[in-house]
């Protein structure tokens, strides 16, 4: 029995053997220290109430339980406030930032499309459409981008391709895989599966629509997963830094890897496996200081592939030349490149080149951005890009973004082919991101 609780007894007692012992005149006396007395209870129920809210003194256990005077005040529990729940306290944490998990912190990129062309013979077949289709809705990409900071100078990126094939299947593609360790502004190294830094929409954008304005990339830059012409992505180790240059912010990119690109024909009936020799890949471009959201350079790609339709042995050199100059600031986006692919036959005099370009231009007036491109490539009808052939036309539409995390698209295409009709499309895309 605690010290507090014997008090109440021996104060009673006390006080019934000085009542006993007074003469029946000194009632004045014993009422004083009744009044004492119970002064002296509410003190030791105010120190028990007291003693419940801080909890048991560390002197052992008891088996009995105090109840606090009505007017003390409740215990208030660390952490959360009382009345929040679990469910509650744990959205709370989730919500104070939702893109970090374990250390990790993750995005997702994707897009809903509607495609109506005005022939059912598309020449595409590439990114969910379905070919022979005058139209159809499709998901051309859901995009998950991870990354984490292992240290200050280490860090890992992961970007993760959902995309629709054929009879609405997904398959998931591993579009990057990167360890990268910055050793300084001047070095800076990356190891696994990257984009090729052929020019500059490769490294740019991701493969999800959110952060493109149109609501497809460039035939040209088309990931080769898709039909594009070039090797977008590579395994091997890949380099950027800048160069010590003053005012005109030059910076270099190196790479070494190894590409083994599978391109699907735009037609939706055959596939090229290029078979692809490692590849090397360097770049130098500028950003100037004093033209700030410019950036003008150039890049040049090589590797071996093989043309199986002239026999299982036959090889070529492929070199890809890239010429490109930026400007994005102040809401306008101005973007321009040009290409020379160039296929020579080893052990032959038979070479082929096909030059491509597209410039495309937008700007933002408020969440509305009306944009326009125009594209050309023309690539001989004898060689490995057979199926492109010769393409050229305008895009124009417009992008409505209703908020951060959704947008609106709605572009027309005109596309004139060699030996073919022009096309004439209706694209409609929602891009989301979150």
């Known amino acids: 029995m605690s010290l507090n609780r014997m008090a109440i007894p021996l104060l009673l007692l006390a006080t019934i053997a000085r009542a006993q012992q007074a003469a029946p005149d000194d009632r004045q006396v014993t009422q004083q220290l009744m009044q004492q007395v119970k002064d002296l209870q509410e003190r030791v129920l ?21 109840k606090p005077s009505p007017a003390a005040p409740p215990a208030t529990p660390p952490g959360p406030h009382p009345q929040e729940t679990a469910e ?11 893109h970090e998990f374990h250390g990790f912190e993750w995005r997702a990129f994707g897009d809903v499309d509607y495609q109506a062309f005005d022939q059912k013979s598309t020449g595409l077949g590439a990114g969910g459409f379905v070919p022979g289709s005058a139209g159809n809705f499709y998901i051309n990409d859901f995009d998950l981008l991870l990354t984490s900071n292992i240290s200050d100078k280490a860090h890992f990126l992961s970007e993760i391709d959902f995309g629709e094939s054929d009879a609405q299947s997904f398959g998931v593609d591993l579009k990057r895989m990167l360890f990268e360790y910055d050793f300084n502004d001047h070095v800076k190294a990356s190891f696994g599966r990257y984009h090729t830094g052929i020019g500059y929409y490769n ?3 991701l493969s999800g629509t959110w952060q493109e304005t149109l609501a497809d990339r460039p035939l040209i830059v088309e990931f080769s997963s898709d039909g594009g012409p070039i090797p977008t992505q590579a395994i091997g180790v890949s380099t950027s830094g800048v160069i010590p240059s003053g005012k005109f912010g030059l910076h270099y990119l190196a790479e070494y890897g190894s ?11 055959g ?18 200081n004093s033209v700030p959201g410019m950036q003008i350079g150039g890049s040049i790609y090589h590797d071996r592939i093989s043309d199986f339709a002239r026999g299982p042995s036959v090889r070529l050199g492929q070199t890809i030349a890239n010429v490109h ?5 102040h809401g306008i986006e101005f973007l321009n490149e040009g290409f020379l692919i160039q296929h020579a036959y080893e052990q032959s005099p038979l ?16 969440p509305v951005r009306p944009y326009f491109r125009y594209q050309y490539i023309n690539a001989n009808p004898e060689s490995l890009l057979k199926d492109i052939s010769s393409r050229r036309g305008p895009s124009f539409g417009m992008r409505y973004d209703f908020n951060e995390n959704f947008a609106f698209k709605t572009q027309f295409d005109h596309t004139a082919r060699r030996n073919q009709p022009d096309l004439n499309s209706l694209h409609l895309q929602l891009a989301f991101t979150f």
Do not use: W
Request: glycine share 8%.
């Open 271 to 288: 596939s090229e496996d290029e078979n692809n020799g490692n590849q090397i890949n360097f770049g130098l471009f500028a950003r100037p």
């Open 325 to 329: 100059g930026v400007y994005v600031r």
């Open 351 to 366: 070479v082929f080149n096909m030059p491509a370009f597209y410039s495309q231009a937008s700007k933002r007036f408020g």
């Open 88 to 98: 509650e306290a744990q959205s709370s944490s989730f919500s104070h930032d939702i």
């Open 259 to 269: 590409s083994d690109t599978i391109r699907p024909t735009l037609d939706g009936i």
């Open 46 to 66: 105010k120190l028990e109430s007291q003693r419940c809210v801080a909890g048991p003194p560390n002197v052992g256990t008891t088996s009995e339980t105090f």
């Open 203 to 205: 490294t740019a954008f």
